[in-house]
């Protein structure tokens, strides 16, 4: 009985200085390669969130500048479009103080060469009605 308790404590003691010396040589060597893994896979996924964060602030940002340029150029073209407007009435406005005199001159000018026209006329058509009574009666009327 002694060689079988004693067979059997050498086979326990065997079998724990086994798991004493795979748990030095194997399991933990292989739970500190996972727990560094764990660790590589909690810092990479906390990379990702700040990256992400900080796409999604520049996102932000970036819908911001693009909001606040696109109402500044609306802005821009409302104001060219007024300032056009007002020239545009200016320039009407002058055109429309400057017809009365140009359309006085114009029938100034019309006048003065009816004037001559009938001043051309008047003297053409004494000369002419000479002529014909000159012919008329065949002889010189002076």
Request: hydrophobic share 40%; charged share 30%; aromatic share 6%.
């Amino acid at each position: 009985m002694i060689d079988i308790n004693y067979s059997l404590f050498i086979q326990i003691a065997n079998f724990l200085l086994l798991i004493l010396i795979l748990n030095y040589l194997l399991y933990r060597p292989i739970l500190r390669i996972i727990e560094k893994r764990e660790s590589y896979l909690r810092s990479s996924e906390d990379e990702i969130r700040n990256i992400q964060e900080t796409v999604d602030r520049k996102a932000a940002e970036y819908e911001d500048s693009l909001r606040i340029a696109k109402k500044q150029a609306l802005e821009q073209k409302n104001e060219i479009t007024r300032v056009g407007a007002e020239d545009g009435k200016a320039i009407i406005d002058a055109v429309r103080n400057e017809l009365p005199g140009i359309m006085e001159e114009f029938q100034k000018n019309i006048n003065s060469e009816v004037d001559k026209a009938r001043h051309i006329l008047q003297t053409q058509s004494k000369a002419i009605s000479l002529e014909i009574a000159e012919k008329v009666l065949g002889r010189s009327i002076q």
